[in-house]
């Protein structure tokens, strides 16, 4: 059971209406519904467990996107949350103080984390009017990798950046400069010698750069290499001829949402906030300044879960594109996971060095929009950085592995168009999307979109194509 920490109070944001009934606002005491079943489960088990306590209550930020500059905007996103957070959960922290439960307040959902919570307390909190849903820390899989295998001697320029043409953009002066990205993963060993120079604390000044929910490691720390090796796939670069990265002179930023191979929900939470207006590493003095452009993400559950959506929902408001990888459920038909089939949400799938979808990749169609995968890139056998040692490489195989090579395409467009709304990079990324793919292993049709008509439900609108796209903006 996880123990209370010392870090920032936080406070919380969803609106009901992005849950199902199940987990719709009430006036009435009645608790039924109201409850996780695996909350009553945990309870049953062990007498007392963590839960969020979802408020209600909904910040409009729709205004958001008619903000040119890009730090109001940011800091409006953030005063927004933050003030909606702080009305609807006045009464219950009074309430909670009064019982002296320990407890944390998260803005980026609207939501309240109590501690070692027993059975009268989860029922008084569901019985509340200003409560919508009591919900168990879900521990959620990360995207792990399919295979893993220790990696040669540096080999130069990497088959994936070769066969989205990202090396093409590079021809043109563009690598990426000028643009933050992050990683919501098990963390990054930022000494590795292909990732050091593009960390944005490389000098050793870890805050707003670094964000751990424990509090256990100081500066950015990877004990599984999944963080590591993605974050390779965006930027990296050791300076020779090991190029591994899509997009090697932007900077990078994490958030350690995962422990081992899994997340739970308080540290996607806490890290999905820090990401939206990132603090020192305590969790003090909060800057949005330093939020990062596009955000990638290597975790998710089964499909059609609204949990996380006022994760995506914060970051679209505030121009930060969130990538997610869509799963290795594959080759299944509606396997697509969720956060990656949320509708305005890029999910992405794998193909190998063939163009061929992997035999893994998740598919379509999706709960929340049936095109999913949104697009396919290389994540079938991809070498990049480890967390083994600073000059470490690994080979990896999982759709966590196609996600960073969007995310670092991503980094070029915005660094060549840095006035592009996340609409321009979706809509151009869509349109230059490389079609006619190969055969798909099991091409079954997945209710009625065969993988020959575009978008279909296994390669989505196609597989990315960074030149391209980056040659369609302005």
Known sequence: ????????????ILAAAAFPPAFAATDSPDTAGKIDPL????LTAQGRTNVFAKMAGEADLRGSEGIADRVTRLNHVHDTLTAQAAISQKSVSAFLDHRGARYVSFW???????YDADKTLVDALAARSDVTYVRADH????????????????QGVEWGIVMINADDVWAQGNRGAGVVVASVDTGVRWTHTALHNQYRGAAGDHDYNWWDPDHAFAAPTDNVGHGTHTMGTMVGDDGGSNQIGVAPEAKWIAAQGCDLLFCTDFDLTSSAQFLTCPTRVDGSDPDCSKAPNVINNSWGGGGGDPWYRPFTNAWLAAGIAPIFSIGNSGPGCNTAGSPGDYRLVTGVGAVDINGVLA????????????????????GDGVRSSYNTGDNAYAVLSGTSMAAPHVAGTL????????????????????????????????????????????PNYHYGHGRIDALAAVNALP
């Open 39 to 42: 909350v009553l489960t945990q």
């Open 1 to 12: 059971m996880r123990q209370a920490r010392g870090f920032q109070a936080f406070v919380v």
């Open 108 to 114: 980026i959902n609207n939501t309240v984390y109590v």
């Open 411 to 454: 980094a070029l467009m915005i660094s060549h168009s840095p006035a592009a709304s996340l609409a321009d990079l979706y809509v151009a990324t869509r349109n230059t999307a490389v079609q006619g793919l190969p055969n798909p292993p099991d091409p079954d049709t997945c209710g009625g979109k065969p993988y020959t008509v575009y």
């Open 359 to 378: 035999s893994f990749s998740s598919r379509g169609p999706g709960v929340f929009r049936p095109v999913k995968p949104d697009f396919v890139a290389p």
């Open 139 to 154: 521990e959620v899989p990360l995207d792990r990798p399919v295979s893993i295998r220790e990696a040669d001697a540096p």
